[in-house]
């Protein structure tokens, strides 16, 4: 049965596709409302703390069915902020064990995002500004900046120094960081591993051919810029349990034609699913732009054309992020075939139940199942109330 088929079948059942199951290998999730990978940028050290517990907390109890951790990485060096979290070491993986044993007790699955920084690191977080770390940050906050490494030596902000070009040696070395944060992902106990490969952050510079001017195998036409991406993907996937679902994060465009295509991510997202990829997660943007070359999030979806055209095209299922605001607009996505999945990020900072208040929007009275017994109780009870008072 082709994806089109399935995606029929569903909709033609009572439940709106937003909260029927979707099986992923051996995991399925309750639902296809995702949090998205979202960095906060408050790690000490690459370790995890009861913040990130809260935070990615609230969501279970909020009833997504896939909960993300943030960008995690692979390498001390591969953070882009002093904020961030990672996963090279083994004492890393007790607090990140702690977060998905919570998100297990309430029903969610739970997701890792790996990354690297490449020539994006060493930046101070966002609030701060996000240029370059100097030696004003040692003097106010104690964070040193650290050298970087990318897939030349370009500068992406134009500072200097600018990063090391990663040599093929380096790259092996690359590809064993990404093995052994696979195998602690394991320990830690999640359900998914999404590759970053997007944003410009160090797999995307590889892809794009605005950052890559190698003269290697790893640069020029587009099957030598997928060359390393891809071994990162084979290298997780080997490791990562077969039972297990592989997600890739793309920035499916660069811009407004320029750079990297969306038929460049169709082809790429082809060579993806042949490697053992379940699902590509579907972004955009990341280099640094002319302004008028720059894609802007405009209109509510806006990047849903691309989860669509990756689909059909690569026939591989799909991710849609991207100002998804309303249950209504995630279900109409899934309805018309475009995605199968949801991701939300801003929109879970401002309603960490957004999945559960929609399952009460689009199931009616049979949406409560979706909430923890601990809100559940009292919360019907309030709304049968207000509604016997004529207020709801």
């Not at 699913?273 to 972004?283: E, F, I, N, P, Q």
């Amino acid at each position: 049965m082709s994806i089109q088929e399935v995606q029929k079948a569903e909709a033609a059942t009572a439940t709106p596709i937003l909260f029927q199951p979707m099986a992923l290998r051996s995991v399925t999730l309750r639902n296809r409302v995702v949090v998205s990978p979202m960095a906060m940028y408050s790690a000490h050290d690459g370790f995890a703390d009861d913040f990130h517990l809260v935070h990615l907390g609230r969501f279970a109890l909020g009833g997504a069915g896939l909960v993300f951790m943030e960008a995690t990485a692979v390498t001390e060096p591969g953070r882009i902020t002093a904020g961030c979290n990672g996963l090279w070491l083994d004492a890393q993986i007790p607090q990140l064990k702690r977060i998905t044993d919570f998100l297990h007790r309430f029903g969610s699955a739970a997701g890792l995002q790996l990354g690297h920084s490449g020539w994006k690191g060493s930046s101070r977080r966002p609030w701060h500004g996000g240029t370059r770390l100097d030696d004003e940050d040692v003097k106010l906050r104690g964070e040193h900046p650290w050298p970087i490494v990318s897939v030349g030596d370009e500068s992406f902000d134009g500072e200097m120094p600018g990063p090391t070009a990663l040599t093929e040696s380096d790259l092996s070395a690359l590809l064993e960081s990404y093995r052994a944060a696979t195998r602690r992902a394991i320990a830690a106990g999640f359900d998914v591993i999404d590759i970053h490969a997007a944003h410009g952050y160090l797999l995307h510079s590889f892809l794009s051919p605005l950052s890559n001017k190698r003269g290697d195998r790893y640069g020029g036409r587009i099957e030598d810029r997928m060359r390393f991406p891809l071994a990162v993907v084979e290298a997780v996937r080997a490791e990562w349990p077969a039972d297990k679902p592989l997600f890739v994060r793309i920035s499916s465009v660069d811009g407004v034609d320029v750079g990297w295509t969306i038929e460049d991510s169709v082809k790429f997202a082809k060579a993806l699913a042949a490697r053992g990829v379940d699902l590509v997660d579907c972004s955009s943007g990341g280099m640094k732009l002319p302004r008028d070359k720059n894609l802007v999030a405009r209109n509510p979806g806006f990047q849903v054309p691309f989860a669509a055209k990756i689909r059909k095209e690569a026939q591989v299922a799909t991710m849609a992020v991207g100002l998804i605001l309303a249950p209504q607009q995630a279900e109409a996505i899934l309805q018309s075939g475009e995605a199968d999945l949801i991701a939300l990020a801003r929109e879970m900072l401002a309603n960490p139940n957004f999945a559960a208040q929609a399952a009460l929007e689009l199931e009616g009275a049979a949406g409560w199942d979706l909430w923890s017994d601990q809100f559940r109780y009292w919360l019907e009870r309030r709304a049968k109330a207000l509604k016997r008072e004529g207020r709801a």
